[in-house]
Structure formats: structure tokens, C-alpha cells
């Protein structure tokens, strides 16, 4: 069965240092990945996504990720963090030949606490 | 991208009431999705709302707690039914506009529900 495992349910970091959030999913078939975000108090907002090609995806707000298909990950990465970026963040992903509809299968999620 | 809302934004109901959520999209849509989320959790899929058929419920959710309707193409209801406080959850609609794995999901702001 496919799954998804996010290894830290929290990371805490100071303002302006890098941090990566991991990401490892299990699957025999390929996979599309997704990272999105929650904030406080609102829905899920798509930070970036992998379908095919460059393994280097970059997405919204200077954050970027990495397919690695050998070791099955997808880590969240950001060279320096804001304290606005404080949030939960979730990994997911879903299956090209789906069976008609696109399911998507979370991961528990990451909560990111930026401190000043 | 598509603009959704959702009413309630949160309410607290009584034990053996039932709640019935709302989910306006700015755009027609091929598929809408429903999903729960427990409290300190992640998101569980409940189930995907078609257009003109019936609701696909995923493993452990059923028609009979959880009805769906779809009239059209931007509008969804999920009722929870029979509550009990382990419905206390938010519950989020989330739609795509194809039946396509790639594309990208996108989520409403989620209505709160707290059962007493």
C-alpha cells in the first residue's frame, strides 16, 4: 500500500536559518508529490509540486524540493526562513494512472516554528 | 487557480444533531473532494463528490453518516450526521478542475466542528 511518512512532526528554527523538511513515501508505482501549507486558522495552499523531469522543483514563497527516487524522497528545502513561514506543512502524493480521479494520500505533517 | 468557500466556518453542535457544510467554488469543476481532519492530525479523504452520480466514500466512511449532494458543477454539501464528539474535527472541501493526477488541488478554508 502507498503511504507517506513525514519524519519530524516538529521542527523549531531561528529567523533567517535554513531548514529542511523531510519526506519519504513508499509506492511500487510512480508517484506525483506535492508540498502544501497551512496556516493557522485556514485551508491547504500549494507550495510546489513534482510531475516529471528536472528533480529540482522550486516553488512559492523561496522554498524548493527535491525528488530523489532511489532513497523515495521529497524534502522540503529554504535557505532562510521568516517567521511568517511558521505553519504546518504536508507532504502528499498521488498516482498517474489513478483509475480516473486524483486521490491524494498526506503525510501526518511538519509543524514549522520559526523563532526570532 | 479557484476560489473556495465554505459555510460554516466553524459551529458546535449538540450530540445526535447533524451539520450540514456548504462548498461554493468561483469556477466549474470536474471533481470535489471532502476530507477530515482530527484534531493535531492530518487529512483523511472521506470522499469524492461527482457531478450527477453518487459520492465514492473511502474505506471506513459510509453514505449513511456522511451524505453527500453535488447538484452542479460549483457546489457541494457534506452533512455529518448522528454527531458525536469524536466528529470534532474541520472538515475541508477541495477541488480539481479535471479528473487529471496532475493537476493541482486546491482547498477551502475549512469549517471547525466541535460537538458537545
Known amino acids: 500500500a502507498q503511504s507517506v511518512t513525514q519524519l519530524d512532526s516538529q521542527v523549531p528554527v531561528f529567523e533567517e536559518a535554513p531548514v529542511e523538511l523531510r519526506c519519504n513515501y513508499s509506492?511500487?508505482?510512480?508517484?506525483?508529490l506535492f508540498w502544501y501549507v497551512q496556516y493557522p486558522n485556514q485551508g491547504l495552499q500549494l507550495l510546489l509540486k513534482?510531475?516529471?523531469?528536472?528533480?529540482l522543483v522550486k516553488g512559492i514563497n523561496g522554498f524548493e524540493a527535491e525528488f530523489n527516487k532511489s532513497q523515495t524522497s521529497f524534502h522540503l528545502r529554504k535557505p532562510s526562513v521568516h517567521i511568517s513561514d511558521t505553519a504546518e506543512y504536508f507532504c502528499?502524493?498521488?498516482?498517474?494512472?489513478?483509475?480516473?480521479?486524483?486521490?491524494?494520500?498526506f503525510g501526518a505533517g511538519t509543524r514549522l516554528a520559526v523563532h526570532p | 487557480s479557484a476560489v473556495i468557500s465554505q459555510k460554516p466556518s466553524r459551529d458546535i453542535c449538540q450530540r445526535g444533531t447533524s451539520l450540514t457544510i456548504q462548498c461554493q467554488v468561483d469556477?466549474?469543476?470536474?471533481?470535489m473532494f471532502w476530507y477530515r481532519q482530527q484534531p493535531g492530525q492530518s487529512l483523511t479523504l472521506i470522499a469524492t463528490?461527482?457531478?450527477?452520480?453518487?459520492?465514492?466514500?473511502e474505506s471506513g466512511f459510509v453514505i449513511d453518516k456522511f451524505p453527500i449532494s453535488r447538484p452542479n458543477l460549483t457546489f457541494s454539501t457534506l452533512t455529518v450526521s448522528n454527531l458525536s464528539p469524536e466528529d470534532s474535527s474541520i472538515y475541508l472541501c477541495?477541488?480539481?478542475?479535471?479528473?487529471?493526477?496532475?493537476?493541482?488541488?486546491?482547498f477551502g478554508p475549512g469549517t471547525r466542528l466541535t460537538v458537545l
Open positions: 502528499a502524493v498521488t498516482f498517474p494512472f489513478s483509475g480516473g480521479y486524483n486521490k491524494l494520500i
Open positions: 463528490a461527482n457531478q450527477g452520480s453518487e459520492a465514492t466514500y
Open positions: 509506492s511500487s508505482v510512480s508517484v506525483y
Open positions: 469556477s466549474q469543476v470536474t471533481m
Open positions: 477541495s477541488v480539481s478542475p479535471t479528473v487529471a493526477s496532475t493537476d493541482t488541488q486546491y
Open positions: 513534482y510531475l516529471s523531469g528536472s528533480t
